[in-house]
């Protein structure tokens, strides 16, 4: 991979080079190359390469700054001094050879020096970003696997437990929660193993996840929701359903009763609302936006997977929390 790179930087920079030769050494009239100017040429490219290659990654990068600038000046005297001294004298003995102009050769030096520096400048960027958007994928997926490591444990110890209560009283919702439990379980260690899903998909998992917690209500409150999607988009999966845990979360651990959960989705073309909102005991359950790993990995990965195209309105207000979360799902960054 590292002989790639330098492979491909090497072509880029040729290809640099290869343009100026073009354009200062080919003449347009009769088409032949005028090998004085190659060798003004190459000795810009020298220049250039020394500060590509010794002078930006030893003293510029790592913020070295003045010994940069002194030994960049220094270099670039040397050049003048060859370009004066040695190239001028050669190729024009009898007329440039005969006169020192400083600004007249730095005219002419500088403009191509700061174009393969610039080159230089462009790659390093271009490598750099690459190595960030590398780095945030690696993020978002080591989120979404503790995310995921987060939810199933404690889900699934809930509704064994809940299903060995059903199953001893033999009753008739036990093959529901088995149905419901394995579609949850699939969702979650296959289809979320891609950085995008189908919204269907991702809405099919959360009903299925509402309907195993409602059981753990056990008539201790009331769950709406409601959904309108009927087209399919992509989605980066486990991206809603936090907020829903949230919601059933706060709302058991608080309250013995009167527990009221809504749930909206909605789609219109790409812009994707959800509306989730449940009650709390205030004395005993102050939710809190900030905590939990669940809810902290899904504002991350929010940001990083939907860094302009998303909005996140939490709301606490006396005994009720509110989110409303949506989402430009066509900007998604994978």
């Not at 050049?79 to 009898?94: K, S």
């Not at 490598?127 to 780095?135: A, H, T």
Request: glycine share 4%.
């Amino acid at each position: 991979m590292q002989l790639k790179s330098i492979y491909k930087e090497v072509i880029f920079q040729a290809f640099i080079v290869l343009l100026l030769v073009i354009f200062v050494a080919v003449d347009k009239d009769h088409t032949h190359i005028h090998w004085n100017e190659i060798a003004f040429l190459a000795n810009y490219v020298v220049t250039a390469t020394i500060i590509n290659y010794i002078l930006l990654p030893r003293f510029f990068y790592p913020k070295k700054i003045k010994t940069f600038l002194v030994l960049l000046l220094l270099l670039l005297c040397a050049t003048v001094v060859v370009e004066e001294f040695v190239l001028e004298q050669i190729f024009y003995p009898h007329t440039r050879g005969h006169y020192f102009h400083l600004l007249t050769t730095i005219a002419e030096v500088m403009p191509v020096i700061l174009l393969l520096v610039a080159g230089k400048f462009a790659w390093d960027a271009t490598v750099n970003q690459r190595k960030v958007e590398s780095m945030n994928r690696m993020m978002i997926e080591s989120q979404l696997e503790q995310l995921k490591q987060q939810i199933n444990p404690h889900f699934l110890f809930n509704n064994l437990n809940n299903l060995y209560a059903y199953a001893i009283e033999n009753s008739p919702k036990t093959p529901e929660i088995i149905l419901e439990l394995s579609a949850l379980l699939r969702y979650m260690l296959y289809d979320c193993k891609e950085q995008s899903v189908g919204l269907q998909k991702e809405i099919d998992h959360i009903r299925s996840f509402i309907k195993i917690s409602e059981l753990q209500l056990e008539g201790k409150g009331d769950v709406v929701f409601n959904s309108n999607v009927q087209e399919d988009r992509s989605i980066a999966p486990l991206i809603l359903i936090v907020f829903i845990e949230n919601a059933f979360k706060h709302s058991q651990a608080s309250q013995s009763e009167n527990i009221r959960i809504s749930i909206h989705i909605e789609l219109k073309g790409d812009a994707l609302t959800m509306h989730c909102e449940n009650t709390y005991g205030m004395q005993s359950n102050q939710p809190n936006t900030e905590g939990g790993i669940g809810l902290q990995n899904a504002i991350a990965r929010l940001n990083l997977l939907y860094p302009e195209a998303h909005k996140l309105d939490i709301q606490d207000d006396n005994g009720i929390y509110r989110v409303k979360l949506s989402i430009n799902l066509k900007e998604l960054k994978v």
